[in-house]
Protein backbone atom coordinates (compact mmCIF):
# COMPACT_ATOMS: atom_id res chain seq x y z
CA UNK A 1 0.00 0.00 0.00
CA UNK A 2 1.19 3.45 -0.83
CA UNK A 3 1.84 5.62 2.12
CA UNK A 4 0.02 8.82 2.25
CA UNK A 5 1.91 12.43 2.93
CA UNK A 6 0.30 13.35 6.57
CA UNK A 7 -1.67 16.68 5.80
CA UNK A 8 0.12 19.46 7.31
CA UNK A 9 -1.37 20.80 10.38
CA UNK A 10 -3.54 24.00 9.81
CA UNK A 11 -1.97 27.09 11.19
CA UNK A 12 -3.91 29.15 13.98
CA UNK A 13 -3.14 32.91 12.89
CA UNK A 14 -3.32 35.33 15.88
CA UNK A 15 -6.27 37.36 16.41
CA UNK A 16 -4.69 40.61 16.35
CA UNK A 17 -2.94 39.88 13.06
CA UNK A 18 -6.61 39.85 11.78
CA UNK A 19 -8.50 42.74 10.46
CA UNK A 20 -11.81 43.54 11.70
CA UNK A 21 -12.93 44.29 8.04
CA UNK A 22 -11.71 41.97 6.03
CA UNK A 23 -11.06 38.93 8.40
CA UNK A 24 -7.60 38.76 6.27
CA UNK A 25 -4.03 38.69 7.73
CA UNK A 26 -3.18 42.66 7.14
CA UNK A 27 -0.44 43.62 4.90
CA UNK A 28 -0.58 47.36 5.81
CA UNK A 29 -1.95 48.09 9.59
CA UNK A 30 -2.81 51.12 10.36
CA UNK A 31 -3.84 52.27 13.90
CA UNK A 32 -6.97 54.78 14.12
CA UNK A 33 -7.89 57.56 17.06
CA UNK A 34 -10.16 54.90 18.24
CA UNK A 35 -6.82 52.70 18.99
CA UNK A 36 -8.49 49.59 16.80
CA UNK A 37 -6.26 48.41 13.92
CA UNK A 38 -6.61 47.77 10.61
CA UNK A 39 -5.00 47.06 7.33
CA UNK A 40 -5.29 50.30 5.30
CA UNK A 41 -6.81 49.02 2.19
CA UNK A 42 -10.19 48.00 4.16
CA UNK A 43 -9.83 50.78 6.39
CA UNK A 44 -9.94 53.31 3.20
CA UNK A 45 -12.44 51.56 1.23
CA UNK A 46 -14.91 51.94 4.69
CA UNK A 47 -13.71 55.60 4.78
CA UNK A 48 -13.19 57.03 0.80
CA UNK A 49 -15.43 54.59 -1.37
CA UNK A 50 -17.79 53.19 1.53
CA UNK A 51 -18.48 56.91 2.73
CA UNK A 52 -18.31 55.83 6.18
CA UNK A 53 -17.14 58.24 8.90
CA UNK A 54 -16.76 56.41 12.15
CA UNK A 55 -14.66 53.84 13.25
CA UNK A 56 -16.04 50.44 12.33
CA UNK A 57 -15.82 48.61 15.51
CA UNK A 58 -16.18 51.26 18.28
CA UNK A 59 -18.60 53.42 16.12
CA UNK A 60 -16.56 56.65 17.28
CA UNK A 61 -16.35 59.97 14.72
CA UNK A 62 -13.07 59.78 12.54
CA UNK A 63 -10.58 62.46 13.62
CA UNK A 64 -9.35 64.78 11.24
CA UNK A 65 -6.08 62.52 11.04
CA UNK A 66 -7.67 59.13 10.79
CA UNK A 67 -9.54 60.87 7.28
CA UNK A 68 -5.44 62.26 6.08
CA UNK A 69 -3.18 59.95 7.05
CA UNK A 70 -3.83 57.21 9.52
CA UNK A 71 -1.02 55.92 11.61
CA UNK A 72 1.34 53.00 10.18
CA UNK A 73 1.50 50.03 13.14
CA UNK A 74 5.21 49.47 12.16
CA UNK A 75 5.67 46.93 14.98
CA UNK A 76 2.60 44.97 14.18
CA UNK A 77 3.57 44.65 10.18
CA UNK A 78 6.64 43.49 11.68
CA UNK A 79 5.46 40.75 13.66
CA UNK A 80 3.39 40.00 10.89
CA UNK A 81 5.92 39.08 8.72
CA UNK A 82 7.73 37.65 11.23
CA UNK A 83 5.53 34.61 11.84
CA UNK A 84 4.64 34.47 8.46
CA UNK A 85 8.34 33.78 7.61
CA UNK A 86 8.37 31.13 10.95
CA UNK A 87 5.32 29.34 10.13
CA UNK A 88 6.51 29.06 5.79
CA UNK A 89 3.67 31.55 4.98
CA UNK A 90 3.57 33.47 2.34
CA UNK A 91 5.19 36.69 3.89
CA UNK A 92 4.15 40.08 3.08
CA UNK A 93 6.32 42.87 1.45
CA UNK A 94 6.64 45.96 2.87
CA UNK A 95 4.65 48.72 1.45
CA UNK A 96 6.02 51.19 -0.61
CA UNK A 97 5.87 54.42 1.04
CA UNK A 98 2.60 56.32 -0.96
CA UNK A 99 2.82 58.76 -3.48
CA UNK A 100 2.65 62.48 -2.59
CA UNK A 101 1.75 65.33 -4.36
CA UNK A 102 5.26 66.75 -5.14
CA UNK A 103 5.85 63.69 -7.14
CA UNK A 104 2.63 63.87 -9.09
CA UNK A 105 3.40 67.70 -10.09
CA UNK A 106 6.67 66.95 -11.22
CA UNK A 107 5.94 64.12 -13.83
CA UNK A 108 3.13 66.37 -14.89
CA UNK A 109 5.89 69.22 -15.09
CA UNK A 110 8.35 66.98 -17.42
CA UNK A 111 5.70 65.88 -19.56
CA UNK A 112 4.94 69.15 -20.48
CA UNK A 113 8.26 70.38 -20.79
CA UNK A 114 9.37 67.12 -23.32
CA UNK A 115 6.01 68.12 -25.04
CA UNK A 116 7.53 64.79 -27.43
CA UNK A 117 4.87 61.76 -27.92
CA UNK A 118 7.54 59.49 -26.24
CA UNK A 119 7.44 61.60 -23.75
CA UNK A 120 4.24 62.22 -22.55
CA UNK A 121 3.25 58.84 -23.22
CA UNK A 122 5.93 57.68 -20.06
CA UNK A 123 4.42 60.21 -18.03
CA UNK A 124 0.80 58.79 -18.24
CA UNK A 125 2.06 55.24 -17.69
CA UNK A 126 4.20 56.35 -14.68
CA UNK A 127 0.88 58.02 -13.27
CA UNK A 128 -0.99 54.72 -14.11
CA UNK A 129 1.47 52.87 -12.73
CA UNK A 130 1.00 55.08 -9.33
CA UNK A 131 -2.87 54.92 -9.42
CA UNK A 132 -3.02 51.25 -10.17
CA UNK A 133 -0.43 50.91 -6.33
CA UNK A 134 -3.34 51.75 -4.09
CA UNK A 135 -6.21 53.78 -3.90
CA UNK A 136 -4.69 56.12 -1.45
CA UNK A 137 -3.00 56.94 -4.22
CA UNK A 138 -5.28 57.30 -7.01
CA UNK A 139 -6.84 59.73 -4.34
CA UNK A 140 -3.32 61.77 -4.28
CA UNK A 141 -3.42 61.94 -8.50
CA UNK A 142 -7.36 62.80 -8.79
CA UNK A 143 -6.79 65.82 -5.96
CA UNK A 144 -3.66 67.22 -8.09
CA UNK A 145 -5.31 69.59 -10.49
CA UNK A 146 -2.47 69.58 -12.97
CA UNK A 147 -2.04 66.16 -13.39
CA UNK A 148 -6.29 65.62 -14.34
CA UNK A 149 -5.65 69.14 -16.43
CA UNK A 150 -2.71 67.36 -18.31
CA UNK A 151 -5.34 64.44 -19.03
CA UNK A 152 -7.60 66.64 -19.90
CA UNK A 153 -5.44 68.55 -22.00
CA UNK A 154 -4.05 65.23 -23.99
CA UNK A 155 -7.11 63.91 -24.79
CA UNK A 156 -8.49 67.38 -26.05
CA UNK A 157 -4.94 67.91 -28.50
CA UNK A 158 -5.67 64.47 -30.21
CA UNK A 159 -10.04 65.12 -30.66
CA UNK A 160 -9.40 68.11 -32.69
CA UNK A 161 -7.62 65.48 -35.25
CA UNK A 162 -10.90 63.29 -36.93
CA UNK A 163 -10.12 59.81 -36.37
CA UNK A 164 -11.68 57.07 -38.70
CA UNK A 165 -14.87 55.32 -36.92
CA UNK A 166 -14.60 51.67 -37.74
CA UNK A 167 -17.91 50.18 -36.90
CA UNK A 168 -17.66 47.39 -34.64
CA UNK A 169 -14.29 48.44 -33.90
CA UNK A 170 -11.96 45.48 -32.61
CA UNK A 171 -12.86 44.34 -29.28
CA UNK A 172 -9.28 45.42 -27.62
CA UNK A 173 -8.57 44.69 -24.27
CA UNK A 174 -8.07 47.41 -21.22
CA UNK A 175 -4.57 47.25 -21.53
CA UNK A 176 -4.08 47.79 -25.31
CA UNK A 177 -6.15 50.55 -24.91
CA UNK A 178 -4.56 52.33 -22.83
CA UNK A 179 -1.00 51.87 -24.56
CA UNK A 180 -1.92 52.32 -27.91
CA UNK A 181 -1.52 56.14 -27.89
CA UNK A 182 -1.09 58.96 -25.25
CA UNK A 183 -5.03 59.86 -26.18
CA UNK A 184 -6.30 56.31 -25.46
CA UNK A 185 -3.87 55.67 -22.30
CA UNK A 186 -4.95 59.37 -21.19
CA UNK A 187 -8.36 58.84 -21.46
CA UNK A 188 -8.30 55.29 -19.71
CA UNK A 189 -6.20 56.94 -16.84
CA UNK A 190 -9.33 60.04 -16.44
CA UNK A 191 -11.63 57.10 -16.51
CA UNK A 192 -9.85 54.62 -13.81
CA UNK A 193 -9.23 57.84 -11.31
CA UNK A 194 -13.00 58.17 -10.61
CA UNK A 195 -12.87 61.99 -10.67
CA UNK A 196 -15.36 63.30 -7.82
CA UNK A 197 -17.54 66.00 -8.80
CA UNK A 198 -15.52 68.72 -7.47
CA UNK A 199 -12.81 67.86 -10.06
CA UNK A 200 -15.33 67.41 -12.72
CA UNK A 201 -16.84 70.65 -11.66
CA UNK A 202 -12.96 72.06 -11.68
CA UNK A 203 -12.39 70.85 -15.27
CA UNK A 204 -15.55 72.11 -16.90
CA UNK A 205 -15.31 76.03 -14.87
CA UNK A 206 -11.74 76.21 -16.08
CA UNK A 207 -12.51 77.60 -19.10
CA UNK A 208 -13.08 75.11 -22.43
CA UNK A 209 -15.77 72.78 -20.49
CA UNK A 210 -18.07 72.76 -23.24
CA UNK A 211 -14.61 72.10 -25.11
CA UNK A 212 -14.33 69.21 -23.25
CA UNK A 213 -18.05 67.54 -23.69
CA UNK A 214 -17.21 67.76 -27.48
CA UNK A 215 -13.90 66.10 -26.64
CA UNK A 216 -15.73 63.25 -25.08
CA UNK A 217 -18.48 63.12 -27.66
CA UNK A 218 -15.40 62.85 -30.34
CA UNK A 219 -13.43 59.97 -28.46
CA UNK A 220 -16.59 58.20 -28.93
CA UNK A 221 -16.01 57.86 -32.72
CA UNK A 222 -12.69 56.34 -31.83
CA UNK A 223 -12.19 52.96 -33.03
CA UNK A 224 -10.99 51.49 -29.70
CA UNK A 225 -13.66 49.37 -28.04
CA UNK A 226 -12.37 50.22 -24.74
CA UNK A 227 -12.06 53.86 -25.44
CA UNK A 228 -15.68 54.76 -26.58
CA UNK A 229 -16.56 52.78 -23.14
CA UNK A 230 -14.47 54.81 -21.25
CA UNK A 231 -15.48 58.06 -23.02
CA UNK A 232 -19.24 57.04 -22.30
CA UNK A 233 -18.82 56.97 -19.23
CA UNK A 234 -16.86 60.21 -18.36
CA UNK A 235 -19.36 61.32 -20.22
CA UNK A 236 -22.46 60.34 -17.93
CA UNK A 237 -20.14 61.64 -15.03
CA UNK A 238 -19.51 65.12 -16.51
CA UNK A 239 -22.71 65.66 -17.32
CA UNK A 240 -23.81 64.50 -13.89
CA UNK A 241 -21.84 67.76 -12.47
CA UNK A 242 -23.05 70.06 -14.79
CA UNK A 243 -25.31 72.84 -14.68
CA UNK A 244 -28.59 72.80 -16.46
CA UNK A 245 -27.81 76.22 -18.05
CA UNK A 246 -24.55 74.30 -19.80
CA UNK A 247 -26.99 71.27 -20.62
CA UNK A 248 -29.50 73.37 -22.75
CA UNK A 249 -26.41 74.16 -24.87
CA UNK A 250 -25.16 70.38 -25.85
CA UNK A 251 -23.49 70.51 -29.31
CA UNK A 252 -25.52 68.06 -31.72
CA UNK A 253 -22.69 66.46 -32.26
CA UNK A 254 -22.44 65.46 -28.62
CA UNK A 255 -26.02 64.18 -28.87
CA UNK A 256 -25.33 62.57 -32.00
CA UNK A 257 -22.79 60.88 -30.86
CA UNK A 258 -24.60 59.68 -27.71
CA UNK A 259 -27.96 58.20 -29.95
CA UNK A 260 -25.41 56.16 -32.41
CA UNK A 261 -23.96 54.45 -29.14
CA UNK A 262 -27.93 53.10 -28.77
CA UNK A 263 -28.39 53.01 -32.23
CA UNK A 264 -25.35 50.61 -32.80
CA UNK A 265 -25.32 48.48 -29.42
CA UNK A 266 -21.76 47.20 -30.28
CA UNK A 267 -20.89 48.38 -26.91
CA UNK A 268 -21.53 46.33 -23.38
CA UNK A 269 -25.14 46.38 -22.25
CA UNK A 270 -23.77 48.70 -19.28
CA UNK A 271 -22.14 51.01 -21.59
CA UNK A 272 -25.71 51.33 -23.72
CA UNK A 273 -27.61 51.98 -19.77
CA UNK A 274 -24.93 54.79 -19.20
CA UNK A 275 -25.82 56.29 -22.76
CA UNK A 276 -29.66 55.77 -22.06
CA UNK A 277 -28.88 57.81 -18.99
CA UNK A 278 -27.19 60.67 -20.49
CA UNK A 279 -29.79 60.99 -22.96
CA UNK A 280 -32.40 60.87 -20.14
CA UNK A 281 -30.26 63.83 -18.87
CA UNK A 282 -29.53 65.72 -21.99
CA UNK A 283 -33.41 65.53 -23.34
CA UNK A 284 -35.24 68.25 -20.92
CA UNK A 285 -33.33 70.73 -21.39
CA UNK A 286 -33.27 73.73 -24.44
CA UNK A 287 -33.79 71.86 -27.80
CA UNK A 288 -31.88 68.57 -26.97
CA UNK A 289 -35.20 66.63 -27.60
CA UNK A 290 -35.13 67.81 -31.09
CA UNK A 291 -31.62 67.30 -31.54
CA UNK A 292 -31.67 63.61 -30.19
CA UNK A 293 -34.98 62.58 -32.58
CA UNK A 294 -32.87 64.33 -35.78
CA UNK A 295 -30.18 62.23 -34.31
CA UNK A 296 -32.75 59.04 -34.57
CA UNK A 297 -32.91 58.64 -31.56
CA UNK A 298 -36.63 57.26 -31.49
CA UNK A 299 -35.90 54.42 -34.12
CA UNK A 300 -33.14 53.45 -31.91
CA UNK A 301 -34.59 53.48 -28.57
CA UNK A 302 -37.71 51.40 -30.42
CA UNK A 303 -35.23 48.87 -31.97
CA UNK A 304 -33.74 48.97 -28.10
CA UNK A 305 -37.36 47.60 -27.07
CA UNK A 306 -37.40 44.99 -29.35
CA UNK A 307 -34.34 43.57 -29.32
CA UNK A 308 -34.75 43.97 -25.27
CA UNK A 309 -37.63 41.53 -25.56
CA UNK A 310 -40.40 44.18 -25.29
CA UNK A 311 -41.99 43.80 -28.83
CA UNK A 312 -42.20 40.23 -28.43
CA UNK A 313 -45.33 37.88 -28.54
CA UNK A 314 -47.43 36.92 -25.89
CA UNK A 315 -50.57 37.86 -23.81
CA UNK A 316 -51.60 40.59 -21.76
CA UNK A 317 -51.66 38.57 -18.86
CA UNK A 318 -48.01 37.48 -18.78
CA UNK A 319 -47.34 40.96 -17.98
CA UNK A 320 -43.90 40.76 -15.59
CA UNK A 321 -43.18 37.49 -15.97
CA UNK A 322 -39.13 37.58 -17.53
CA UNK A 323 -40.92 40.19 -19.73
CA UNK A 324 -37.52 41.91 -20.70
CA UNK A 325 -35.24 39.54 -19.34
CA UNK A 326 -31.37 40.36 -18.23
CA UNK A 327 -32.01 43.68 -19.47
CA UNK A 328 -35.64 45.37 -17.98
CA UNK A 329 -33.56 48.26 -16.47
CA UNK A 330 -32.45 48.88 -20.28
CA UNK A 331 -36.11 48.97 -21.53
CA UNK A 332 -36.94 51.06 -18.42
CA UNK A 333 -34.88 53.91 -19.20
CA UNK A 334 -35.36 53.27 -23.52
CA UNK A 335 -39.26 54.25 -22.07
CA UNK A 336 -38.17 57.12 -20.31
CA UNK A 337 -36.04 58.45 -23.17
CA UNK A 338 -39.05 57.64 -25.37
CA UNK A 339 -41.41 59.81 -22.69
CA UNK A 340 -39.21 62.70 -22.76
CA UNK A 341 -38.93 62.52 -26.52
CA UNK A 342 -42.63 62.96 -27.33
CA UNK A 343 -42.65 66.18 -25.46
CA UNK A 344 -41.82 67.48 -28.66
CA UNK A 345 -43.93 67.05 -31.98
CA UNK A 346 -41.10 65.63 -34.03
CA UNK A 347 -40.85 63.11 -31.19
CA UNK A 348 -44.45 62.09 -31.61
CA UNK A 349 -44.04 62.50 -35.35
CA UNK A 350 -41.06 59.73 -35.78
CA UNK A 351 -42.94 57.43 -33.45
CA UNK A 352 -45.77 56.89 -34.67
CA UNK A 353 -43.76 56.94 -38.11
CA UNK A 354 -42.27 53.47 -37.01
CA UNK A 355 -44.01 50.55 -38.17
CA UNK A 356 -43.71 48.89 -34.07
CA UNK A 357 -43.66 52.35 -32.43
CA UNK A 358 -47.00 52.14 -30.58
CA UNK A 359 -46.71 48.28 -30.72
CA UNK A 360 -43.77 48.31 -28.71
CA UNK A 361 -44.70 50.95 -25.93
CA UNK A 362 -47.82 50.13 -25.35
CA UNK A 363 -46.31 46.18 -24.36
CA UNK A 364 -44.08 48.23 -22.30
CA UNK A 365 -46.38 49.84 -20.77
CA UNK A 366 -47.77 46.43 -19.02
CA UNK A 367 -44.45 44.62 -18.48
CA UNK A 368 -42.07 47.14 -16.73
CA UNK A 369 -41.57 48.40 -13.16
CA UNK A 370 -44.14 51.00 -11.78
CA UNK A 371 -41.44 54.29 -13.33
CA UNK A 372 -41.21 52.32 -16.84
CA UNK A 373 -45.15 51.54 -16.64
CA UNK A 374 -45.60 55.49 -16.11
CA UNK A 375 -43.70 56.69 -18.65
CA UNK A 376 -44.91 54.37 -21.73
CA UNK A 377 -48.17 55.75 -20.39
CA UNK A 378 -47.37 59.40 -20.83
CA UNK A 379 -45.52 59.03 -24.22
CA UNK A 380 -48.65 57.15 -25.46
CA UNK A 381 -51.18 59.63 -23.57
CA UNK A 382 -49.04 62.41 -25.83
CA UNK A 383 -49.67 61.08 -28.93
CA UNK A 384 -53.07 60.30 -28.25
CA UNK A 385 -53.82 64.15 -27.46
CA UNK A 386 -51.40 66.03 -29.75
CA UNK A 387 -51.21 63.39 -32.66
CA UNK A 388 -54.26 61.65 -32.65
CA UNK A 389 -55.17 61.52 -36.40
CA UNK A 390 -57.91 59.33 -37.72
CA UNK A 391 -55.03 56.87 -39.04
CA UNK A 392 -53.08 56.74 -35.75
CA UNK A 393 -55.73 56.02 -33.86
CA UNK A 394 -56.83 52.83 -36.11
CA UNK A 395 -53.54 51.95 -35.54
CA UNK A 396 -53.92 52.42 -31.82
CA UNK A 397 -56.43 49.84 -31.76
CA UNK A 398 -55.05 47.63 -34.52
CA UNK A 399 -52.11 46.84 -32.54
CA UNK A 400 -53.26 46.51 -28.86
CA UNK A 401 -52.66 50.04 -27.58
CA UNK A 402 -56.31 50.10 -26.62
CA UNK A 403 -56.58 46.77 -25.37
CA UNK A 404 -53.93 47.21 -22.92
CA UNK A 405 -55.28 50.67 -22.12
CA UNK A 406 -58.11 48.87 -20.79
CA UNK A 407 -56.27 46.08 -19.31
CA UNK A 408 -54.50 49.29 -16.99
CA UNK A 409 -57.50 50.72 -15.90
CA UNK A 410 -59.08 47.58 -14.74
CA UNK A 411 -56.05 46.10 -13.28
CA UNK A 412 -55.24 49.43 -11.82
CA UNK A 413 -51.45 47.45 -10.92
CA UNK A 414 -48.97 49.72 -12.18
CA UNK A 415 -50.68 52.71 -9.67
CA UNK A 416 -52.85 55.63 -9.92
CA UNK A 417 -51.39 57.99 -12.26
CA UNK A 418 -50.96 55.64 -15.37
CA UNK A 419 -54.11 53.84 -14.54
CA UNK A 420 -55.97 57.73 -14.91
CA UNK A 421 -53.71 58.41 -17.84
CA UNK A 422 -55.52 55.22 -19.22
CA UNK A 423 -58.77 56.21 -18.35
CA UNK A 424 -58.38 59.90 -19.97
CA UNK A 425 -57.38 58.23 -23.50
CA UNK A 426 -60.16 56.11 -23.68
CA UNK A 427 -62.71 58.88 -23.16
CA UNK A 428 -61.19 60.83 -25.28
CA UNK A 429 -60.92 58.76 -28.30
CA UNK A 430 -64.57 56.50 -27.15
CA UNK A 431 -66.43 57.51 -30.40
CA UNK A 432 -63.80 56.27 -32.39
CA UNK A 433 -62.51 53.29 -30.52
CA UNK A 434 -66.30 51.85 -29.54
CA UNK A 435 -67.51 50.29 -32.97
CA UNK A 436 -64.78 47.76 -32.76
CA UNK A 437 -66.73 44.40 -31.92
CA UNK A 438 -64.18 43.18 -29.37
CA UNK A 439 -64.09 46.51 -27.07
CA UNK A 440 -67.55 47.79 -27.45
CA UNK A 441 -68.90 45.98 -24.63
CA UNK A 442 -65.93 47.22 -22.83
CA UNK A 443 -65.73 50.98 -24.16
CA UNK A 444 -69.91 50.84 -23.46
CA UNK A 445 -69.46 52.74 -20.30
CA UNK A 446 -67.32 55.72 -21.15
CA UNK A 447 -69.16 58.90 -22.79
CA UNK A 448 -68.62 59.90 -26.06
Not at 25 to 43: A, E, Q, W
Not at 65 to 94: K, M
Not at 109 to 129: F, P, S, Y
Not at 142 to 163: D, H, I, N, Y
Request: glycine share 8%.
Amino acid sequence: MERRTPALAPVEVPTFFVCPISLEVMRDPVTLSSGITYDRDSIERWVFTDGHGDCPVTKLPLGAGDLQEPTPNHTLRRLIQAWCAAHAVERFPTPRPPVDADRVAAIVAGARRGQQEGVVMAAIRELADIVAESDRNRRCVEAEPCAVEFLVSVVKKAASTTKPYLGRGALDSPDEASSSSPEEAALSLLHSLKLSEESLKRVMDGGGGDDFLDTLASALRWPSYWSRTYAIHLLKSTLSATPPSRLSNASAELVEAVVKIVAEMTLSPKAIKVALHIICRLAPWGRNRIKAVEAGAVPALVALLLNEGCGGSGGIAGAGAGACGGGKRTCELAAVAIDHLCGCAEGRLELVAHPAGLAVLARAATRLSPTGVESAVRALHAVARHSATPAVLQEMLAVGVVARLLYLVQAGAAGERPRERAREMLKMHARVWRASPCLASHLASYPC
